[in-house]
């Protein structure tokens, strides 16, 4: 079949083969010269009866036409999930199953497991079968036909864990001593593809083994955590429909108003991510990666610059919208790669991948970078006793981190490791005794410049020997106050205090700020309402 009209792959095909191109434009007010149309809303031409009608209403027909000439019928077709089961590849697990006059027999259990067979080439037979087709003599009993296709990757591996709690026993997948020590997983993080593609499966291997008597539990997992999907950014250039025209977006509805046009007449083409900065497109690199858009006209803004249209949707590379992890770490480091990615918002939600954004984080690893090295490139940590509001900065951060990864939230850690780092280099707090746990409690999140920068302070051994750090609760009891001052129930200014400090010291001193008596405009106090560590109210 070829339908260079409504497929992209037939469109290429036929593009390919200059005896098939031109083909006959079947879709009514579509430009298919460049690319196919692949949506439904259609209406179709140049097919006999069918003219007229859009795609769905013409599938009708079609159907219709051909049981009336007798050549076809109506027929709906089911797809069970079953049949994914079987995979036309050689890796995998046998189906142990032969067939005897084509009814299926499952094999005996004393003779499982059914082994893979030696072949020649792990590719599909001369005649289309399966690879386990090119088994020479590999027949049950020597006469019956095994089924051809294998089990899926998930068979296995969605009960292996159980094997886990007893990898050696030669008589079962796990003795009943080991399945009620371990019992089910603690916790499971997988991907929101892998609901049907392996969880669905995980569960129901453990219920079936749990319903034969096999296993202890019914639920694979206590607790269960799908990660977001990492999202594309796609870009789309307005383009006239028939001709090699393109708008940019900015200007579209002028230019469609200037020329008497309507959005109708408008279509938008893909443009890879890497030809767009800041929605501007880069139109030579555009007109070169595209040969049918080599002699393509661009109308800029009055900037001179051609701005496209921008959408998240799903990473594919039909949609030219996927970012390669090694040109990313490539351009900045395998370090600021993981920390964006982990920086991009919360692990259970999908999320756009924006290069731009990673711009911050790569700045965050230059600043911790500064706390060692100045620009001259000479070493900054040293060994002196650290204040003590260096230590309420770093323990006040490593308390945080610890409940923000028992919560999976990584974004908000990489957010307390940048407030940490800013507010130690404010005060060019460059102590051994606060960088070196600040490393410990980063190297999970930064390994590479965390590990570096452990062994160039002086330490003779890898960062993963340091003991991990734990919060002093001791150093973050706060015996200062920043009190709001209002005058007359407006809030005027703040002033800083000791929590210990006497309330009538406070209250005489407060009274002499600058900015309270500017308010107070030379009038006595009548009231001072005075709540310890919460506020201070004058009025007068």
Sequence with gaps: MAVPCGASRDHRFAKHFTALNPFVNVFEGVDVSVEACESKDVVITNSDFL???????????????LTRMGIGERKTNYRLRDAVFGRQRYWGEPIPVYYKENIPYVLPEHELPLRLPEID????????????????????????????????????????????????????FASKEALHYWQDVDFYLGGSEHATGHLL??????????????????EPARKLLNQGMIQGISSMAARIKGKQVFVSNDILNDYLTEQQLSHDDVQYVYADIHQVSNQKLDTEAFRTWNADYSTAQFVYNNKKEFTVKQFVEKMSKSKYNVVNPDDVVATYGADCFRMYEMFLGPIELSKPWDTQGIDGVSRFIRKLWRLFYNEQGQQLIHNDKAPAEGLKILHRAIKKVNEDLERLSFNTCVSTFM??????????????????????LLHPFAPFISEYLWLQSGETTSIL????????????????????????????????????????????????????????????????????????????
């Design 201 to 218: 499966y995980f569960r129901f291997w453990t219920k079936v083994l749990h319903d034969l008597g096999h296993v202890p539990c019914d």
């Design 465 to 540: 020997d340091s003991v991990y750090p734990v919060a002093d609760e001791s150093l973050l009891i706060e015996n200062t106050f920043e009190y709001p001052v209002s005058v007359n129930g407006k809030m005027r200014t703040k002033a800083l205090f000791p929590l210990d400090k006497d309330q009538k010291e406070i209250e005489a001193e407060t009274i002499q700020l600058e900015s309270v008596k500017k308010w107070m405009e030379g009038k006595p106090a009548k009231k001072i309402i005075f709540v310890k560590g919460r506020m201070i109210n004058i009025v007068v």
């Design 121 to 172: 080439k792990y590719i599909p037979s001369e005649t289309g079968e399966p690879p386990l087709a090119r088994a020479k003599d590999w027949k049950y009993m020597g006469i019956y036909e095994y089924e051809k296709t294998t089990m899926p990757g998930w068979a296995g591996s969605s009960w292996y864990f159980f094997r886990y709690m007893d990898p050696n026993n030669p008589t079962a």
């Design 51 to 65: 003219n007229g009608l859009k795609a769905p209403d013409a599938i009708q027909r079609c159907i219709e036409e």
């Design 419 to 440: 407030i940490c780092v800013n507010d130690l280099s404010a005060n060019k707090y460059h102590h051994a005794e606060l960088l070196k746990p600040l490393l410990t």
